[in-house]
């Protein structure tokens, strides 16, 4: 039982390019949820994914976009990344959207130069 | 939209110390408050949920504290480890039910326990 993996673990763009974060949980949850983290801020919310087939905006979806593959895969894909989309991402997952607590991934961290 | 705030950023305390980490938010409507602990390079690790009808809860040499009406919580932690030492995060999930499990986290607190 991994939990909730994530890949890459590290990864450098160059402004303008794309790439897409890849997250599978293997818990059977229904909800998944993608965070960055910048120094300081604390975690905040993409998008999430509160059953397969659905997707929401989080409180940061500017210059993202999600696809919920099946139940076990949520993956954020960035179409043209900026210096500003250098932070740290966290996958999470929970049973549904009302279970109270959230299982994270070990992170992506993204430089964009 | 919810505010949640950590003092102090960062903490350093020698072992064996009693210490407490603060969290305040600024929109009392919530429906519940947790603790997590986060790792260097690792991802997060929930210590303490606390239902926004309680007062508090205890595991082990943690015990947090919730005081809705003041949007205050806090993490109290007993006879601080070198094991310890992390970032601890605090997230409030909000009151409406329409919100789903979207969380608001605070900053974090990064503590250092010296041996």
């Known amino acids: 039982n991994a939990g909730v993996t994530q890949t890459p673990k590290f990864q450098v763009l160059k402004t303008g390019q794309s790439m897409t974060l890849q997250c599978a949980q293997d818990m059977n949850h229904n909800s998944m949820y993608w965070y960055r983290q910048d120094p300081g801020m604390g975690l905040r919310l993409i998008y999430y994914s509160a059953s397969e087939g659905t997707t929401d905006k989080g409180e940061v979806p500017n210059g993202y976009n999600v696809s919920r593959l099946n139940k076990r895969e949520f993956s954020l894909r960035l179409e043209s990344a900026a210096p500003s989309q250098t932070s740290v991402y966290f996958c999470?997952?929970?049973?549904?959207?009302?279970?109270?607590?959230?299982?994270f991934g070990p992170g992506t961290r993204l430089t964009v130069t | 939209k919810q505010e949640v705030t950590q003092i102090p950023a960062a903490l350093s305390v020698p072992e064996g110390e009693n210490l407490v980490l603060n969290c305040s938010f600024t929109?009392?409507?919530?429906?519940?408050l947790q603790w997590f602990r986060q790792d260097p390079g690792k991802g997060l690790t929930s210590l303490l949920l606390?239902?926004?009808?309680?007062r508090e809860q205890t595991s082990g040499r943690l015990n947090a504290s919730l005081d809705k009406s003041s949007g205050r919580s806090t993490l109290y932690i007993a006879a601080s480890q070198p094991g310890d030492s992390a970032t601890y995060l605090c997230?409030?999930?909000?009151?409406?039910?329409?919100?789903?499990?979207?969380?608001?986290f605070g900053g974090g607190t990064r503590l250092m326990v010296k041996p």
């Open positions: 929109d009392s409507a919530i429906y519940n």
């Open positions: 999470a997952s929970s049973p549904d959207r009302v279970s109270n607590e959230q299982y």
């Open positions: 997230a409030v999930r909000p009151g409406n039910n329409n919100a789903g499990n979207m969380l608001t």
């Open positions: 606390i239902q926004s009808s309680q």
